[in-house]
């Protein structure tokens, strides 16, 4: 899924979620450019609501962010960033084989998806249970084009 693709934003994963450490060290020794999200902490300790995103430049330059999330300790390059992305890998809890994606919570990806190149695959790695028949949906909520799980690569109508 990933071939073809120079740039490409994803999330470093938090313990219970799939992980994407395999994927980020594998792209990253491979030479692809990757944005990470930067959720950072306001002075009182609650996430940023805006989102941004930093060039991952290996684990020795990682931060313990909002949550215990590592992400970059780079400058953030502005929401505008992720329009240089060409595939995005956006966290979540479950999906449907139609696109639908119910996020993690806060709606951060909903936020930062809407600076996604027109053109850009959105995917979403799961576990096959998370993979259900139908969720709700707001208006806000990007689809996924995407779906990756431990048993199989799922292709949506929205791609």
């Known amino acids: 899924l990933c071939a073809g693709h120079t740039t490409i934003a994803l999330y470093a994963s938090a313990p219970g979620e799939p992980d994407t450490w395999p994927l980020i060290e594998a ?27 930093a060039e991952y430049t290996g684990r020795r330059q990682l931060r313990s962010g909002y949550a215990g999330i590592l992400e970059p300790s780079g400058a953030g390059l ?15 809890l479950a ?7 119910l996020g993690t919570g806060g709606g951060w990806y909903d936020r930062a ?18 993979v259900l028949p139908s969720l709700p949906v707001e208006s806000f909520d990007r689809p996924v084009g995407a779906i990756v799980t431990e048993d199989r690569v799922l292709r949506t109508a929205r791609e």
């Open 27 to 53: 792209l990253h020794a491979a030479g692809h450019t990757l944005l990470l999200p930067l959720l950072g902490r306001r002075p009182d300790g609650t996430a940023r609501r805006e989102p941004d995103w």
């Open 78 to 92: 502005g929401v505008g960033a992720l329009a240089r992305a060409s595939l995005v890998w956006c966290a979540g």
């Open 95 to 101: 999906a449907t084989p139609s696109g639908d994606r």
């Open 113 to 130: 998806l809407r600076f996604a190149a027109p053109d850009a695959l959105v995917a979403v790695l799961l576990r096959d249970a998370e």
